[in-house]
């Protein structure tokens, strides 16, 4: 069964970018929110297609927020990463979708199972999205958002961002406790 709506979307596949999903943090001063950056292969027709046709319902439902006219000048949500990202070698032959929300969202593994543990899911890693789409209106802005509803991590990846994961790191260095065992 579907848990699919008219501004809803389940994404396919997409590696997360910018994964502030365990504390809120503020933007440019503004509204403390969880928000992370979805990386969307352009090869995935399905999910693009969904987000697409979401965005649409998103406008006809904002319509009374628009003045009953959709504007010729709107923010739109789904973004290319070869232009507005060309230099990040991650965003190369795909979009993108920057996604927030005020409630911490759902993390779960492959299995359905909640991560607790922050270091398990991290920007860089692939996986599922669950987000929604609506109209917003505010200081002369007009367009359509994307809400982060839920997120599943299905494959780790390599961290982006720089940093490096410290079982990465120290990989030569761990011991075996059956080593000990033996001695």
């Not at 969880?34 to 999910?47: E, G, W």
């Not at 927030?100 to 890693?125: A, H, L, M, R, W």
Request: with cysteine; glycine share 10%; proline share 4%.
């Amino acid at each position: 069964m579907s848990n699919q709506t008219d501004t809803k979307v389940v994404t396919g596949k997409v590696r997360f970018s910018y994964a502030n999903v365990w504390e809120p943090k503020s933007i440019n001063g503004g509204e403390e929110k969880y928000s992370v950056s979805l990386i969307i292969p352009k090869s995935d027709k399905k999910t693009i297609k969904d987000i697409e046709k979401a965005v649409e319902a998103a406008k006809k439902a904002g319509m009374p927020k628009f003045g009953g006219k959709i504007p010729s000048n709107m923010k739109m949500p789904l973004r290319d990463g070869d232009i507005d990202r060309e230099e990040d070698e991650n965003y190369a032959d795909s979009y993108f979708i920057n996604a927030n929300c005020k409630t911490k969202p759902g993390i779960v593994d492959k299995k359905g199972q909640p991560i607790i543990d922050s270091t398990e899911f991290y920007s860089g890693c692939y996986g599922h999205a669950s987000i929604t789409f609506y109209a917003f209106n505010s200081n002369g802005n007009k367009g359509i958002a994307c809400g982060l509803n839920n997120l599943m991590k299905v494959e780790d990846g390599e961290p982006l961002g720089g940093r490096s994961r410290a079982e990465d790191d120290f990989v030569d260095l761990i011991e075996d406790d059956d080593d000990d065992f033996l001695d």
